[in-house]
């Protein structure tokens, strides 16, 4: 019965460093190298370039960092993006506390029901959520404001959204997810033996919570707030639509004003691009450093159902809070898109006889000579970006997280170190580094300047996605198959592959709706021919009407609706705490 | 043999369901003040429904318990204690040590919720650090700690607050092998040195014999005996305890004769031997032609290269050696007779082959026939 | 039997360094073909270093392993073969069952490997399944399956292709105690019929006892004994043999006269004042020399009475009992003695006892 493998000739050390492993492995630790380091030298290098009044030379100074004193607009705009975020943070983790609280602790009715609901605004464009909220709270058009005078027969308006707190509003109930997958895993992984403890030592249910519950999830929730802090200091489409034409910069806004356009200074851009930069790096830094590290949330043996509170008849009171979430993150917003983008004209006013399907004739299609190129392109391109950026993405995720969880080299530092820093970086600073770094090559004005930034910027979240089934899955499978008798790449191939196929799916769906939805790079990079979805919006937002821009929303938004519904089946409610 | 005045917990009737399914059913028991109490039983018996019930973690269908003075929970009085205020210390299997305390803060917080003078407070906090050993690490982070000190620091908070009865709910099966026979034997002298009431879970039945000084053994939702480890290994009242509590050898066969003390079983070996009557003991409330069970511990049999006479001659059996192994203290041996296979312990080193013929005997008074 | 056989797998003056550590320290071995050698020893002791070395998991730095006139690895003659390379089955702690195969397919995996046709592949893997007792699993997929069926699985993947070498990285330790007891004569059955050379890697020294044929003791990178398991628990080569496998009294004491074969007296009145005792010597001990006397607790007697005066004289401070044996601690002078007895002779707390040593079961040994 002895099949016994052929007599092999030995291998020459030196050769040993010739295996399919290193050389896949190296090349691909390169690539991932090289696009990560080049912007962010070049955006550094950049910050110190003057260009001169003409605008043609420059020379090395500090004078853009003077300016960020001392110019009209800047240090305004700066202050103005610190009251964002800080808004931001504190209604988002208010929110997303209470609802993860609710959702895994508590007896609140259909809590499974809802849950799905609760994430869907992480997965939709903040920018579309303020062309929405702004249909439906801007003083003089807003259908809330029209309907107030309508029934009331007041003056004025009832609610404002146009201003810094209009901002805060929608970024926070955009952001709320973030705090709350954060802080519902806390929640969910904890030991009930630890609260159990607590009861059994003497710790009445109030007592548990505030001093052992609430400590526990302290981490979790940090996290989740300095992540919503840094998220919101770098969105872009939220304020521009909201903020800035009022009079309210913001450092992205900014930005955008100074690195677009005809008399645009990338220098300046790239300055203030800095600020925020390095405002992220330290609070990700501290994130990481001490906040993560202290996450309590224990593993334990026995898989027991967390403690549950009965709330009694307050859970309808909880039941009701966590529906009118989902009705103003969601649910209002998208009646207020379809509704506007059936008129022809919005004037704030439903007219049933004047609705047709017009606008989405005009933006979707491309075919007919009406239609609207900036939005047609913008969708073709957008699906082409998704697609191929999502798998290129997804190919080096995979084996970026081969090297650093694989193989333990100082080279899986390094990329370790690499795969973090564009995770927090504000789009918008990436792009900016993106661009200084590649103006001048053939790529620019192209769609693979596009394609370059959004994978730099967002291919951790599929190394993120694969390195967490990774680590869940022992490295003894991979060895056992080598043990077998089977080489790295059949290794790879047949096994490693095979059982992170969920986690590759998933991450790749998730990037694929990142991209779809992709503002503040697209932004920086697009040029004519070159637009997406979101710039399309922005296009339509700025030169044509709110029913056309609604139009383009509405489809953006169903096309996203669907992702998430298949991103829901294929990889489960587990793959979202990635 | 527990006074009912001086019982500290005090269990009825207690019932337990999940569902249709019935977790714990017409359980009662009653422990004395200072008894250390064994629940023993395979996963999914009701040991740890009955322990988490008496904690007031779980709510009751039936029954009612009472600990010291005071009904914490009664089903039909309408009663339900909330676990705080049942006075009570657990031990848990996953330790619980909060991590975000440090080891005084954790051993403290019992006497801190009672709202405990300062003074009193370090007195006692220390008093129990020391009782565990763990004085020296009072300032250290609990997660710090190796699994055993972490083990410690829970029990240390389980005493600190001298509660009425403290429950522990399979302390050591997170531990490894050395560790746990360790930090087991500590158990019982802390015990035995606070006095204090205590109720043990467990799956482990070495565990519960050296531990307690009562073993309650439950399978399926139901009690199955309750006695002391000696009577419990020694007289177990039915296949299931005989088996699950040491290792038991058992053989099928029917009752053909009582006298006395000693009865006589008729077992079908199904080999050359055929049908084989042995003498034991115990069948005393079985009727004759029963089918029974006849147990034989591994200890108690004796084994021989030739047939042995007298008093055991009529429960010597020959067989078949069908290996040997060593497990360091004692040999043990499988010897196969007919279509069954008897595992017998040998002391002390002897020279046995594979497939040599000996004879297995043992005294009638060694054999417990136990109802089918 | 042809010394190539008696030494089949050759670990030659193997080295591996862990940063500054040094995880194995110029061991060397050789194994029987067809034989069960374990390796035990505390965590990092070395002996996974060892095995992870034979599979090729990791780089040696010095020395060499060789399987029949294959070389493995050989640091001075630079060569390394990778573990596809090497013909070795191996069953891992974590069982490794791929959870995206059948058990069948897991276990066919080695095969469709070597490329074998499919026929071929079928006809063993189904005799493998029943080796294992896993017929009726065949078309379960991996996670369905209790530990103890993933562990045959493993073991049946690892078997199925016939290798060389059959490595085991404490597979039991995840199970369960019934299921580990029950296990251990499983996987010595299935390891004596198949006849492949195994290497089998514990800390669970019970574990070592009843499977092997031979055991290493291992502690710091370094070999401590190597002898059979009866050897290994009745004569330990020094004290920290004796005191890692099984329980042993452990009495510091000197050597006051040698006998003729082996035996001797030993001075252990550091102990118990005024005692000395017969016990067996090693051929290196003279007289003069410090020594630690190592009695097992079964090997001590206990008796009532003291009719040959030759008793050592104690006091029962604790009988624990275990079921099939009472473990007791008894204390003379200042020495408390841990004693086996059989339940039947019914010792309790306070009984004052005597104590018998029986030479040939008590040993001098290294300290």
Request: charged share 20%.
């Amino acid at each position: 019965m002895a099949q016994a493998i052929a007599p092999v000739e030995p291998v020459q050390t030196w050769r040993r460093f010739l295996t399919q492993e290193t050389i896949v492995t190296v090349i691909v630790g390169l690539i991932v190298a090289v696009a990560v380091i080049l912007p962010l030298i070049t955006l550094v290098v950049s910050s110190f370039l003057v260009l001169d009044d003409l605008g043609f030379d420059t020379e090395w100074g500090l004078e853009n960092y003077i300016l960020l004193y001392t110019d009209r607009v800047i240090p305004k705009a700066i202050f103005n993006t610190f009251i964002i975020s800080s808004g931001t943070m504190i209604l988002a983790t208010f929110l997303g506390v209470s609802l993860a609280w609710i959702n895994a602790r508590t007896n609140c009715p259909w809590a499974d029901y809802l849950e799905p609901y609760n994430l869907i605004p992480f997965f939709l464009s903040p920018f579309v959520g303020a062309i929405a909220w702004h249909n439906l709270a801007s003083p003089r058009i807003g259908l809330l404001n029209v309907w107030y005078r309508d029934f009331f027969g007041a003056e004025g308006y009832l609610l404002n959204v146009d201003n810094l707190w209009g901002v805060i509003w929608v970024t926070g109930l955009f952001f709320t997810p973030l705090v709350y997958l954060f802080v519902i895993g806390s929640l969910r992984r904890m030991d009930p033996s630890l609260e159990d403890s607590a009861r059994t030592t003497g710790a009445g249910l109030l007592r548990t919570t505030l001093t052992i519950t609430l400590p526990l999830v302290t981490p979790a929730i940090l996290s989740g707030a300095i992540i919503v802090f840094v998220t919101s200091a770098g969105e872009f489409g939220v304020p521009f639509k909201l903020a800035a034409p009022y009079g309210w910069e913001t450092l992205t806004t900014q930005i955008f004003t100074k690195a677009v356009g005809d008399d645009a200074n990338h220098y300046l851009g790239a300055t203030m691009s800095m600020v925020l930069g390095v405002i992220t790096v330290i609070l990700i830094w501290v994130q990481r450093v001490y906040i993560a590290p202290r996450s309590y949330t224990t593993v334990t043996g026995k898989g027991f159902r967390p403690n549950v509170l009965d709330l009694g008849k307050w859970k309808w009171v909880a039941f009701g809070f966590n529906l009118s979430y989902i009705f103003v993150a969601v649910v209002l917003p998208i009646f207020c898109l379809f509704i506007v983008s059936l008129h022809p004209v919005w004037t704030a006013e439903i007219i049933p006889s004047d609705m047709s399907m017009n606008n989405y004739v005009k933006t979707l299609f491309w075919w007919r000579e009406d239609s609207i190129r900036a939005a047609t392109d913008g969708i073709i391109n957008s699906f082409i970006l998704a697609f191929s950026g999502a798998s290129i993405a997804m190919v080096l995720a995979l084996v970026v997280s081969y090297m650093i969880h694989r193989t333990k080299g100082f080279g899986s530092k390094v990329l370790d170190i690499l795969c973090v820093i564009p995770i927090g970086f504000p789009g918008i600073v990436l792009a900016m580094g993106v661009l200084v770094t590649y103006i001048q090559t053939p790529i620019y004005a192209t769609l693979w300047i596009l394609l370059l930034g959004y994978i730099t910027r967002f291919f951790p979240y599929g190394q993120r996605n694969i390195a967490s089934i990774m680590l869940a899955i022992s490295e003894e499978l991979d060895q056992s198959s080598r043990m077998s008798g089977a080489t790295w790449f059949t290794t790879l191939r047949r096994i490693t592959i095979p059982l992170l196929k969920p986690g590759i799916f998933a991450g790749w769906v998730l990037l694929f709706v990142i991209f779809l939805r992709e503002l503040s790079i697209s932004i920086i990079l697009y040029s004519t021919g070159t637009e997406t979805i979101s710039v399309g919006v922005y296009y339509l937002a700025n030169f044509e009407n709110e029913a056309l821009t609604s139009a383009l929303s509405m489809t953006q938004t169903v096309v996203l609706l669907i992702c998430i519904y298949i991103f829901r089946r294929v990889a489960g409610k587990e793959a979202l705490s990635a | 043999m527990i006074d009912a005045q001086s019982s500290m917990v005090e269990i009825t009737h207690l019932e337990k369901r999940f569902g249709a399914e019935i977790a714990v059913e017409d359980f009662n028991l009653s422990v004395g003040k200072g008894e250390f109490v064994t629940l023993l039983g395979p996963s999914g018996c009701g040991k740890t429904t009955t322990l988490r019930s008496i904690a007031g973690l779980e709510k009751l269908d039936a029954g009612e318990i009472r600990i010291g003075q005071n009904i914490v929970v009664s089903a039909d009085k309408n009663i339900f204690l909330d676990p705080e205020l049942r006075e009570i210390g657990m031990v848990f299997q996953s330790y619980a040590v909060w991590p975000h305390m440090t080891v005084f803060d954790n051993v403290a917080y019992g006497l801190r919720v009672r709202g405990t003078k300062a003074s009193d407070l370090k007195k006692k906090t220390t008093y129990a650090l020391e009782l565990v050993g763990l004085d020296h690490l009072a300032d250290r982070f609990a997660t710090k700690l190796s699994g055993g000190q972490q083990q410690r620091v829970a029990l240390a908070r389980a005493i600190c607050y001298e509660p009425n009865v403290i429950l522990f709910d399979e302390p050591l099966s997170n531990l490894d092998a050395k560790l746990r026979e360790q930090m087991r034997d500590e158990i019982v002298k802390l015990q035995k040195e606070v006095g204090i009431t205590s109720i043990f879970v467990t799956h482990d039945q070495s565990e519960a014999l050296v531990m307690s000084d009562r073993i309650v053994v439950m399978d399926k939702a139901v009690i199955q005996q309750i006695g002391d480890p000696k009577s419990i290994y020694s007289n177990p009242v039915n296949s299931f305890v005989a088996n699950f509590i040491g290792v038991a050898n058992l053989f099928q066969g029917k009752l053909i004769g009582v006298e006395g003390t000693e009865c006589q079983i008729e077992i079908n070996f199904g080999n050359a031997l055929a049908t084989k009557k042995l003498l034991s003991t115990g069948g005393d409330n079985l009727n004759l032609g029963q089918q029974v069970f006849l147990s034989v511990r591994p200890e108690d049999i004796k084994l021989s290269t030739k047939k042995s006479t007298g008093n055991v001659e009529a429960n010597c059996i020959e067989g078949i050696v069908l290996d040997t192994v060593y497990l360091g203290n004692f040999l043990e041996c499988r010897v196969k007779i007919g279509s069954h296979e008897m595992i017998v312990q040998i002391d002390h080193f002897e020279q046995l082959d594979k497939g040599q013929t000996v004879y297995v005997s043992f005294l009638p008074q060694h054999g417990l026939t136990l109802p089918n | 039997m042809n010394t190539e056989d008696k030494n089949y797998l050759v670990v030659d003056q193997l080295v591996k360094w862990f940063g500054s550590d040094r995880a194995v320290n110029g061991i060397s071995f050789s194994i029987e073909k067809g034989s069960f050698l374990t390796l035990l020893g505390p965590s990092g002791c070395g002996k996974t270093t060892t095995l992870m070395s034979i599979a090729g998991l990791h780089a040696i730095d010095a020395g060499e392993i060789r399987v029949g006139d294959t070389i493995y690895t050989s640091r001075e003659k630079k060569i390394f073969l990778p573990p596809e390379k090497r013909d070795i089955g191996m069953v891992f702690q974590s069982y490794a069952i791929w959870p995206h195969m059948t058990v069948k397919q897991n276990v066919a995996y080695p095969l469709e490997i070597r490329k074998l046709h499919a026929d071929e592949i079928d006809e063993r893997v189904n005799k493998v399944l029943e080796l294992v007792g896993l017929s009726e699993m065949a078309e379960k997929l991996a996670t369905q399956l209790s530990g103890g069926q993933q562990q045959r699985t493993a073991l049946a993947r690892a078997i199925v292709s016939n290798p060389r070498l059959l490595l085991f990285d404490e597979p039991l330790s995840n199970l369960d105690l019934k299921l580990r007891e029950q296990m251990r004569v499983e996987l010595k059955r299935i390891q004596n019929e198949v006849g492949i050379t195994s290497i089998y890697v514990t800390h669970d020294q019970s574990e070592a006892l009843v499977m092997s044929d031979e055991i290493i003791v291992m502690s710091k990178g370094r070999i401590e004994q190597r002898d059979p398991p009866l050897a290994v628990y009745s004569k330990p080569v020094n004290e920290y043999v004796s005191q890692f496998i099984g329980v042993a009294n452990l009495l510091k004491g000197k050597v006051l006269s040698e006998a003729e074969s082996g035996k001797g007296k030993v001075d252990i009145s550091t102990s118990i004042t005024g005692l000395s005792c017969d016990c067996l010597l090693s051929s290196e001990m003279k007289k003069g020399d410090e020594v630690v006397v190592s009695v097992r607790p079964e090997n001590v007697s206990v008796s009532r009475d003291n009719t040959d005066s030759s008793g050592i004289e104690g006091k029962v401070n604790a009988a624990i009992f275990m079921g099939n044996c009472v473990d007791c601690r008894i204390t003379s002078g200042s020495y408390e003695w841990k004693v086996l007895t059989h339940p039947r002779e019914n010792l309790n707390e306070g009984d004052r006892v005597f104590l018998h040593l029986d030479p040939e079961h008590t040993l001098a040994v290294t300290p």
